[in-house]
């Protein structure tokens, strides 16, 4: 038992990479090639609980891949902040498993099954890899597998236009990593070393260079373009519009989020707070961008008449509340992000499966589709609704917590025009969320539609218990509050 | 000390919350049984108001029972806790309930309204969150509540779902949901975290902590924050609510939803400022011209309406800025005078939208211009309509008259001669717009044809509707009993 314990953080990773051919051969058993990826989504989560347990109870753990001790070989690392977002990963990737069988068998082909479930491993795989290592090279190489995993999973769509828009993905993700890998090489270049702490601790003395400072702007604008910070957004609209249900679901919850995780890791752990704030200001840069980015997609998702598009321009929003919290550089600030990160996921991720339901039902999500659904698919839309508050930033969800944590942290920085900011587009959400509550329950189904019935219960489930989540978590403020709290003090604290 | 059921006054309170909770989800299950459904209603609304009265006996003793549900940030709880303010509004908001269910009953079901389920779902949901504002702790509880109050009764005003409800709906949800999340919450959280503590403490949280210049905003955003007391320029909401069906018109936008406004108003006045603090203040006078505008203006508006609920609205409109000015008169008599209002104006004003909402069910009538002659069909309802009138208009002998002689009391005390002079004026108009409906029906000859006799609302209309007016009544003999209980805000 010891030795399995002692092996957590490779398996964390290694698990869901080995399955994943497995997974592959199963093309003609496609309920077995579910069966075993959910088996194995529930194993990755099981133990992202237990390296949960080791970081609270003993604090760091640092694991030498091969025994090879760092900073020749490579380390796996876990701290107070990525087992944060290595649990939203695990716990996503189980949840949406149960909802993907019957969504899946609807929206993908039955003879790609076997592909997509072995894709979904991967990506999965990909992200908890970026999550977990300690390695500049390795966040490169673990970016790229979930990336090209997540191209072949969108695509996978049934909408022809899924094809093209992950192939807009493609082309934004790639040249975001080149960025990233760039920037990686000069830093390696003027170090000498990939693992981060080692160059944490090595780049003070050439901080002056102008390579570095290369290197810093290579490695903020790839990252951007990963976590689709505004005006860098623009493949995820589509991308998320496309893509079948539960990829959508699944990309919204982690995606956007291990990227925010890896800018967090890179401006505050490896180039140190001093670097990246005092000298080179990046509350300038991010506020602005982060206060246009809240404000110009959530007007657009105003004016969406497909829902899942809407929700998409929303993410693209609350990915600026994030930003914005990060940009204050400042503990209450970046306890916001780190709650927001969690809570966000369960909110969006809510919402999309509630989408799911509908589409496995009617087929379609766009707004006039929608009409008096209410009624057709009460638990469903009960959900939505109840997600789709907490996403406004109502009390007693989720989405309030942050929304109150980013404000104090707006007034403590002295940024009254900021908070009023906040309050006004937390608004803005209010009317998209409401102009789909309004469709779902005021208006008439359109003549000629047939009635539907309420979605299955093994979709309904999943979508319930996130649901419940965003309220639980919503009252229960202190765990992730907490375990957000800790995760500020880590990072402001850099890994000296 | 125990009331009449012998139940600690602490269990009344969660009794109190948790009845109209489990109602509501009873109603929501018995939706196939209306006649059930209905029982289950009215049960819920009368053991809620024995809850609450429950609490009462200990409220008078100068207690103040509470309890702490649970933490929600460090520092921050989810708590209950009655003082005088607290006790009225929510004896008034349940009380009235229980005639209100009665009332719903043979409106809904004579009107032919739909979905009567959602509606009388939606409808306990909104005691729930009126008795939470009434018991709040803290300001963050209350608002909590405030929302709750507001997402609960947009179901209810969209309820008809054609394009007037659903643009009533929208407008109703985007004042009401835009001023408290724009200027209520950003007021809640900048006083947190100025002053660490939201709790309602006697004397205001504020001195010490909080400057004057910002202390001046603060107050702005929360006068304007609290969208439900309908100030000028933000009082568009309640005329838009109008579309809703008459019982919600008359216990929520008479009595629950917009008392719930200004009895934040008060309650943030007294316990978050504190009355010194606020005489201090460069903005309270502002504040309080603007209350003035609004009662003027409104009632001139009243006068112009033709549509009888529209009327009602506007006359709701100035009666609500009686209340905030007295707030903003800064002192003990127009706070007293304030809460006192709360009372005399729910029974009147519920009083006035039963009245309409029968005229429309026995006779389809929504205007004023059709009513002539109307007294000898309907002799009860027109004259539970006087009264009501009356009482609102503050004459004697209905118990309006008290809370506006302490009201205009306060602004003598104070020195306001204006604000003295916009009280009587305000009388003057609510003269004109309330007693012509009445005069018309019972002076004119009817103008609609009509020869038959004797021809009223249902039973379960005109039964609320004649107890509202004889309370109203009662009041005006029961105000001392009223002033006492009140005055224990300033000596608790």
């Avoid at chain 1, 380390?75 to 498993?97: H, K, P, Q, R, T």
């Avoid at chain 2, 507001?150 to 969209?158: G, K, Q």
């Avoid at chain 2, 005329?239 to 009895?263: N, Q």
Wanted: with cysteine; proline share 4%.
């Amino acid at each position: 038992m010891d030795v399995f314990l002692t092996q957590l953080p490779a398996l964390q990773v290694v698990l869901p990479m080995l399955a994943a051919p497995i997974v592959m051969l199963l093309a003609r058993m496609p309920r077995t090639a579910w069966a075993v990826t959910t088996l194995v989504c529930w194993l990755t989560l099981g133990i992202s609980i237990l390296l949960a347990q080791q970081v609270f109870a003993a604090g760091t753990i640092s694991y030498h891949m091969g025994g090879w001790a760092p900073p020749v070989g490579i380390e796996y690392f876990v701290d107070s902040v990525n087992i944060i977002v290595l649990l939203i990963i695990s716990l996503m990737g189980a949840i949406s498993m149960p909802f993907a069988r019957r969504s899946v068998e609807q929206e993908v082909a039955r003879e790609k099954h076997a592909l997509f479930y072995a894709a979904f491993l991967l990506a999965n795989c990909g992200l908890l890899g970026i999550t977990i290592t300690g390695d500049a090279f390795n966040i490169f190489v673990f970016f790229e597998i979930s990336a090209l995993a997540s191209y072949a999973l969108i695509a996978m769509g049934r909408d022809r236009r899924a094809v093209m828009s992950s192939y807009q993905y493609l082309v934004m993700g790639t040249v975001g990593t080149t960025f990233l890998l760039i920037g990686i090489g000069f830093m390696y270049i003027m170090t000498g070393t990939l693992n981060l702490i080692d160059l944490a601790q090595r780049l003070p003395e050439v901080n002056d260079t102008r390579t570095i400072r290369a290197a810093f702007a290579f490695i903020a604008v790839g990252i951007s373009l990963k976590l689709a910070l505004f005006p860098l957004h623009l493949w995820l609209p589509n991308a998320y519009t496309y893509a079948p249900s539960m990829i959508t679901v699944f990309l919204s919850a982690t995606a956007t989020k291990v990227a925010i995780y890896v800018l967090l890791r890179f401006i505050f752990s490896v180039f140190g707070y001093e670097l990246s704030f005092d000298e080179l200001s990046m509350e300038f840069v991010l506020m602005p961008l982060a206060m246009l980015g809240i404000l110009i997609p959530s007007i657009v998702a105003v004016f969406q008449t497909n829902i899942k598009r809407m929700l998409a321009y929303s993410s693209v929003a609350q990915i600026g509340y994030m930003i914005l919290g990060i940009s204050f550089a400042s503990l209450l600030g970046l306890t916001a992000s780190v709650v927001h990160l969690f809570n966000h996921a369960i909110t969006k991720a809510a919402l999309f499966m509630a989408l799911g339901c509908v589409i496995y039902r009617v087929g379609s999500v766009s707004l006039d589709r929608m009409a008096g659904i209410g009624k057709q698919m009460p638990w469903t839309m009960a959900a939505f609704v109840v997600a789709g508050l907490s996403l406004i930033g109502i009390p007693l969800t989720v989405g309030f917590v942050t929304k109150w944590h980013l404000i104090l942290a707006a007034l403590d920085g002295g940024l009254w025009p900021v908070a009023v900011f906040l309050m006004a587009t937390s608004l803005l959400a209010a009317v998209y969320i409401g102009k789909v509550i309004e469709a779902a329950y005021l208006r008439e189904p359109a003549e000629g539609t047939e009635p539907v019935r309420e979605a299955p219960l093994s979709l309904l489930l999943p979508t319930w218990a996130l649901t419940v989540l965003c309220v639980y978590f919503g009252i229960r403020t202190s765990l992730p509050l907490d375990m957000a709290g800790r995760a500020a003090e880590t990072l402001l604290g850099g890994y000296l | 000390m125990t009331g009449l059921l012998g139940i600690e006054a602490a269990l009344a309170i969660q009794l109190a919350l948790l009845v109209p909770a489990i109602g509501t989800v009873l109603i929501a299950l018995t939706g196939r049984w209306p006649n059930l459904r209905d029982t289950i209603m009215v049960a819920t609304a009368a053991t809620m108001f024995l809850m609450v009265l429950e609490v009462l006996p200990e409220v008078l003793a100068g207690g103040r029972p509470g309890v702490v549900l649970f933490e929600f940030f460090p520092g921050l709880t989810i708590a209950f806790e009655v003082e005088p303010l607290g006790m009225v509004f929510g004896m008034i908001a349940s009380g009235l309930w229980v005639l209100t269910a009665l009332y719903s009953i043979g409106y809904m079901r004579g009107a032919g309204e739909q979905n009567q389920t959602r509606f009388n779902a939606c409808f306990a949901i909104a005691l729930f969150s009126a008795c939470g504002i009434a018991f709040a702790q803290n300001m963050f509880t209350l608002f909590i509540f405030y929302e709750l109050l507001t997402l609960s009764t947009y179901p209810l005003v969209a309820h008809k779902g054609n394009d007037a409800a659903k643009k009533g709906g929208r407008t109703y949800l985007a004042l009401l949901l835009g001023t408290s999340i724009g200027f209520q919450l950003i007021a809640i959280i900048a006083t947190w975290w100025m002053t660490g503590t939201l709790d309602f403490t006697d004397g205001g949280i504020m001195e010490g902590h909080v400057g004057h210049g910002v202390g001046a905003v603060l107050l702005v955003l929360y006068m304007y924050g609290i969208g439900k007391a309908a100030l000028m320029p933000f009082h568009r909401w309640l005329p838009a609510a109008m579309v809703a069906p008459t019982p919600v018109s008359a216990l929520l936008h008479a009595v629950a939803v917009v008392k719930a406004g200004v009895f934040t108003v008060l309650k943030v006045a007294t316990y978050i400022f504190g009355l010194d603090y606020l005489s201090e203040l460069s903005t309270t006078d502002l504040i309080m011209y603007v209350a003035a505008f609004t009662l003027v203006a409104a009632s001139i508006v009243a006068i112009q309406q033709d549509n009888l609920k529209a009327r009602l609205a506007y006359s709701t409109v100035s009666q609500l800025s009686y209340i905030v000015l007295g707030a903003m008169l800064v002192s003990q008599f127009a706070t007293i005078g304030g809460g006192m209002h709360i009372v005399m104006h729910a029974f009147g004003k519920i009083t006035l939208f039963f009245c309409a909402g029968a005229i429309y069910v026995a006779s389809k009538k929504t205007n004023i211009s059709q009513m002539d002659g109307l007294g000898r069909r309907m002799p009860f309802t027109m004259g539970a309509f006087l009264l009501g009138a009356l009482c609102v208009i503050g004459a004697p002998p209905m118990g309006g008259l008290w809370s506006k002689w302490h009201l205009i009391m306060g602004a003598a005390d104070t020195g306001q001669v204006l604000m003295v002079l916009v009280f009587m004026l305000s009388t003057l108009l609510n003269i004109v717009y309330l007693l012509t409906p009445v005069v018309r029906a019972f002076l004119l000859p009817p103008n609609d044809g009509y020869r038959g006799g004797l021809k009223e609302a249902p039973f379960l209309c005109v039964l609320p509707l004649s107890i509202t007016a004889l309370g109203s009544l009662v009041l005006f003999f029961a105000a001392g009993a009223l002033y006492d209980l009140l005055a224990g805000i300033f000596t608790g």
